[in-house]
């Protein structure tokens, strides 16, 4: 059974500081991974989408990265502003099943002025 | 931008009412979905659905849980008799593809309560 875990589960930082975000995941048979943004009581916001035979996705000051081999997947935000405090979450397909997302725990980010 | 919009935005229930959860996807997807999130839980997968039936369904979706889609726009969850756990927040989700890209998107989330 497939589990994906982020860690840290929260990070606090200065306004400006670049960061990376950690996701893992346990079966390495995905099709792909997406990361979302969650601010809270509201929805899921698609911020990148990597295929399983890509290695990296950009958006902004938004990077993220697969290696799909041992399973681990890092968003990295540039230059944090304090508009990006929210939750982030990754979730992985697998290779079967209708588009069924597996979700992991989450890392809620705080970025201070 | 299109996007997946969701009614009631909160709802409170009686324990045992049925609720019925509205969604409308983007209007030239194909593959709808619901999940859920019970407060400081995981999102959790519910159920899929293409051309007009069930195509997927986790462990958590049973004979309480259905899902229509009555007209050429909306898309509905309804809980038959609903449980104190059944309180979460419940998203509906949709795709242009099957996994060609893959990318879901989400609708802001309907609060359920049941007291």
């Known amino acids: 059974k497939q589990e994906v875990t982020q860690i840290p589960a929260a990070l606090s930082v200065p306004e400006g500081e670049n960061l990376v975000l950690n996701c893992s995941f346990t079966d390495s048979a995905i099709y792909n991974l997406q990361w979302f943004r969650q601010d809270p009581g509201k929805g899921l916001t698609s911020l990148l989408l990597i295929q399983s035979s890509q290695r990296e996705q950009t958006s902004g000051r938004l990077n993220a990265s697969l290696d799909k081999s041992s399973g681990r997947s890092t968003l990295y935000i540039a230059a944090s502003q304090p508009g990006d405090s929210a939750t982030y979450l990754c979730a992985v397909t697998m290779n079967t099943g209708f588009q069924k997302l597996v979700f992991g725990t989450g890392t809620r980010l705080l970025v201070s002025p | 931008e299109p996007e997946v919009t969701q009614t009631p935005s909160h709802q409170v229930t009686q324990m045992g009412q049925e609720v019925i959860l509205r969604c409308v996807p983007i209007s030239n997807h194909l593959y709808f979905y619901w999940y859920r999130q019970i407060l400081g839980q995981k999102v959790e997968f519910l159920v899929s659905?293409?051309?007009?039936?069930?195509?997927?369904k986790s462990e958590i979706f049973d004979d309480q849980f259905s899902v229509e889609r009555p007209d050429g726009s909306n898309f509905t969850l309804k809980i038959r008799s609903t449980k104190l756990e059944d309180s979460a927040m419940y998203f509906c989700a949709s795709s242009q593809r099957l996994q060609n890209t893959g990318e879901l998107f989400f609708g802001e989330g309907s609060r359920l309560t049941v007291l």
């Open positions: 659905f293409y051309n007009n039936e069930i195509s997927e």
